[in-house]
């Protein structure tokens, strides 16, 4: 059974970071594509990151461009967002997702092309 189980969300001043953590079990993704996604109150999912099987090629949406850092170890099968100079408009549930095929050097973006996705985790930023 896949899981993606994400951690390090919580609650912090604007200007703070945080550190978001997401494991990976019952499958290796060494060899596909990740990313991060954030859903605020109200709102759709949006695409924050995503970065390639190997680490070399990353995209952002633009509002967290200079600010948050995707990153991955494939050693231990997990993916990390860094965030910087957090916004209070950056408050949403974060969510972690992998593509269920190989890495194509393609650049996905939409919800719809992630075929695994973990539970969230609450991310708050306080004025």
């Known amino acids: 059974q896949v899981q993606l189980v994400e951690s390090g969300g919580g609650l912090v001043q604007a200007g703070g970071s945080l550190r978001l953590s997401c494991a990976a079990s019952g499958r290796t993704f060494s060899r596909h594509a990740m990313a991060w996604f954030r859903q605020a109150l109200g709102k759709e999912r949006e695409f924050v990151a995503t970065?390639?099987?190997?680490?070399?090629?990353?995209y952002y949406l633009d509002s967290v461009k200079g600010r948050f850092t995707i990153s991955r170890d494939n050693a231990k099968n997990t993916v990390y967002l860094q965030m910087n100079s957090l916004k209070p408009e950056d408050t949403a549930v974060y969510y972690c997702?992998?593509?269920?095929?190989?890495?194509?050097?393609?650049?996905?973006?939409?919800?719809?092309?992630?075929?695994?996705w973990g539970q969230g985790t609450q991310v708050t930023v306080s004025s």
């Open positions: 970065v390639s099987w190997s680490g070399a090629s990353t």
């Open positions: 997702a992998a593509r269920g095929t190989y890495d194509s050097g393609v650049y996905y973006n939409r919800a719809a092309e992630y075929d695994y």
